[in-house]
């Protein structure tokens, strides 16, 4: 991997409804793989990842303030619930964490996004998905 200028940790799944100690150990193993990767000279961006208001507990710990951050609405937006789950805990990270800039893998749709570009700055990756049908979307 040193080929590359850096890397984003796993986007490891934390679900709504998920078990606790499942989502705890996800959290875990994005952030070990995060130091594994930093210990051996490769720069990181963290992503982030949570569920729902239980899981703010801990899914924000151990990652850096003002810095660059990435997170993934992949597979985690579809009903209402998750969508308005997402932008709830987007905001608790922008509140938390102060980041600079945030990657953003996949869609951004308004009812998400909408009014949170005063916060920090958002870079939009469209997802494999979207890339092969940008012309249906």
């Given at each position: 991997?040193?080929?590359?200028?850096?890397?984003?940790?796993?986007?490891?799944?934390?679900?709504?409804?998920?078990?606790?100690?499942?989502?705890?150990?996800?959290?875990?193993?994005?952030?070990?793989?995060?130091?594994?990767?930093?210990?051996?000279?490769?720069?990181?961006?963290?992503?982030?990842?949570?569920?729902?208001?239980?899981?703010?507990?801990?899914c924000f710990n151990g990652l850096p303030k003002h810095s660059i951050l990435a997170v993934s609405t992949h597979g985690c937006i579809k009903s209402?619930?998750?969508?308005?789950?997402?932008?709830?805990?987007?905001?608790?990270?922008?509140?938390?964490?102060?980041p600079t800039d945030v990657i953003v893998h996949g869609y951004m749709p308004l009812s998400i996004f909408e009014g949170l570009e005063k916060l920090t700055r958002f870079h939009n990756y469209p997802n494999h998905f979207e890339k092969c049908r940008k012309d249906e979307v």
């Open positions: 991997m040193s080929q590359y200028d850096g890397a984003l940790t796993p986007d490891c799944t934390l679900a709504i409804g998920q078990l606790d100690y499942l989502q705890m150990t996800n959290t875990y193993f994005n952030r070990a793989v995060g130091v594994y990767l930093q210990q051996h000279g490769i720069p990181v961006i963290p992503t982030v990842r949570w569920s729902d208001e239980d899981s703010f507990r801990y209402n619930e998750q969508k308005r789950m997402f932008r709830t805990g987007l905001i608790k990270m922008i509140e938390l964490l102060e």
